[in-house]
């Protein structure tokens, strides 16, 4: 109704402009090829109108009629443009159903059909390195490298390539060349950082940790990196540069507190500095943290040339502090044996031996029998139990046990990858239900770390270096 009523309102309005025009006073004097013609002005005016808006229909028309072709024209582009992003997307999908020969062929088309879409040129790319051509492959990537849009992109792929091949010089190199375009690239900066700790350049790679972009997320796991790297530069130049090597552990204890090996770095070079204190101190705080068995054998070492009875005193006082550990009881085990107080040896050990019995439980059993009662008998009966006994917890990094804490995997090369744990050929569950518990949620951390035998034997004057 509204609209009706519209419709009237500009009909009357147009019909009273157009009256109102034509009834306007005055004549026009027109006079063309020996004519005169003297139409009064309002009527001139109207036929002016109409005159613009007839030209403007014609336009209209004539405007129709010579765009035909371009018409057609922009409708064969439509329908080309249509034809690739479906053999675009086709191919998309052929590559991630494992069809690569076909994501190829779709890929190759979509290039024609869409002007060398660079998308299409990647997904072509990729199909190449899944089919294993890899001279189309890189031929594909050196060509996208060019274009600013899609260099990223093509170092990635080149990357990836290299790798694959086994080429880890040049895919370093791609990756260097990444971050100089994009220095917020994750899988870059971890392939360079990853390089750096796999040859043990972890000053550079310290270097290049700290100027990574990191995200909230990340800084727990930056700043954990942070204090291993610290921790391994410490172990590197701890003989030769001391001084320096205690920074870097002291550093590497504020970013993971009570860290095992920055530890025994720091309390090592302050027994040879003379500052027996200052290292007890030290290692009492981190043990009450973590129970490691080198945290306690260094700290009965703590006074250079105590006597076993000595030795053993300060294991009691500190072994005293922890309840239910058995590293800290064969510790103190081996302390009272070096003292040849066989008794607390055996007390020591005689709520483990009925449990299911470690190797070096046995080995020291061993010992006490022999040392003790002088039974061979027993003695090689215990040996003989330590053979097929449980695994002492050692260093264990991707399958392989060490001696000796280090900051990389001897395998892959990866950093802070060593825990201290029992290798996988261990007790049944019955016998591990059963036992005492065992401190398994150490830091993967020891700066020098020793095998069973050697926990009995005590530093001396010649050993002062902390080393075990």
């Known amino acids: ?49 109409l005159l613009m808006l007839l ?29 690739g992003v479906d053999a675009l997307s086709n191919a998309i999908i052929a590559l991630q159903t494992g069809d690569p020969a076909r994501a190829k062929q779709l890929a190759r088309e979509a290039r024609v ?54 080429r880890n010089d040049t895919a370093l190199k791609f990756a260097q060349k ?33 100027n990574m972009p990191t995200s909230r997320a990340d800084r727990a796991k930056i700043k954990r990196m942070d204090g291993i790297l610290r921790t391994a530069i410490a172990k590197q130049i701890e003989e030769t540069d001391p001084d320096k090597a205690i920074q870097f552990a002291n550093d590497a204890l504020k970013r993971i507190p009570e860290f095992v090996p920055a530890a025994l770095i720091a309390a090592r070079i302050y027994i040879n500095r003379g500052e027996a204190r200052k290292a007890s101190g030290l290692l009492r705080r981190v043990w009450r943290a973590d129970p490691h068995p080198h945290v306690a054998m260094l700290y009965a070492n703590a006074q250079p040339g105590a006597s076993a009875v000595e030795r053993l005193k300060r294991t ?53 029998e ?44 990866k950093l802070d990858m060593f825990e201290w744990k029992a290798p996988q050929r261990t007790m049944s569950k019955s016998s591990a239900a059963t036992s005492l518990p065992r401190d398994e949620t150490a830091q993967p951390a020891t700066i020098s770390t020793v095998q069973t035998a050697a926990i009995e034997q005590p530093l001396d004057k010649t050993n002062q270096n902390g080393n075990i």
């Not at 990223?152 to 792929?157: C, D, N, Q, T, W």
């Not at 220095?183 to 700290?210: C, G, I, M, S, Y």
């Not at 097929?388 to 995997?409: F, M, V, Y």
């Open 1 to 49: 109704m509204i609209r009706m009523f519209l419709v009237v309102a500009l009909s009357l309005a147009v019909a009273l402009g157009a009256s109102w025009i034509i009834a306007l006073p005055g004549n026009v004097t027109v006079e063309a090829f020996g004519y005169q013609m003297r139409p009064g002005l309002g009527l001139t005016i109207f036929g002016l109108i």
């Open 55 to 83: 030209t403007i229909v014609v336009w209209a028309i004539l405007r129709r009629i010579f765009g035909i072709p371009a018409l057609f024209s922009r409708a064969a582009a439509n329908r080309k443009h249509n034809r």
């Open 113 to 166: 059909k869409l002007g060398g879409n660079s998308a299409a040129q990647l997904l072509e790319a990729q199909a190449s390195v899944k089919l294993g051509d890899w001279n189309d492959a890189r031929d594909q990537y050196r060509e996208m490298i060019a274009n600013p849009d899609t260099a990223i992109a093509a170092l990635s792929g080149l990357y990836e390539q290299a790798r694959h091949q086994g």
């Open 178 to 210: 990444a971050i100089t375009l994009a220095p917020k690239l994750d899988w870059a900066n971890d392939a360079v950082f990853n390089d750096l700790t796999k040859n043990e350049r972890f000053e550079e790679a310290l270097e290049h940790l700290t």
């Open 316 to 368: 009691k006082s500190l072994v005293s502090e922890v309840t239910n550990n058995i590293d800290a009881q064969i510790v103190l085990a081996t302390a009272a044996i070096e003292a040849h107080e066989w008794d607390l040896a055996r007390a020591a050990l005689s709520h483990l031996i009925d449990i299911n019995p470690t190797q070096s439980t046995c080995a020291l059993m061993a010992q006490i």
């Open 370 to 413: 022999q040392g003790q009662t002088g039974d061979q008998g027993k003695a090689r009966a215990w040996l003989g139990k330590a053979i097929s006994a449980q695994p002492d917890l050692t260093w264990i990094a991707d399958g392989i046990s060490a001696n000796e804490w280090e900051a990389t995997s001897p395998l892959t090369g």
